[in-house]
């Protein structure tokens, strides 16, 4: 996993909780579930090569 992965889920995580904020400050506690949802999405598609190399890894380590 490289390094710039891990700076792009942080800065995602930065700015998915301040837009959360100040949607619930302002009223839109939905607007706010939605964009922390989609903030998790989007990490998790980002994170999917990574799991599936792993399980591949594990798969090969174990049919030897």
């Not at 390094?3 to 800065?11: D, G, T, Y």
């Not at 700015?15 to 999405?41: D, I, M, Y």
């Amino acid at each position: 996993m490289s390094e710039a992965l891990i700076f792009k889920i942080a800065a995602v995580g930065i700015l998915v909780s301040v837009l959360s904020q100040v949607l619930k400050h302002s009223g839109r506690e939905e607007q706010a579930f939605l964009t922390s949802l989609a903030g998790l999405l989007l990490v998790l598609f980002w994170i999917i090569p990574y799991v599936y190399q792993l399980f591949e890894t594990m798969q090969q380590l174990f049919t030897l």
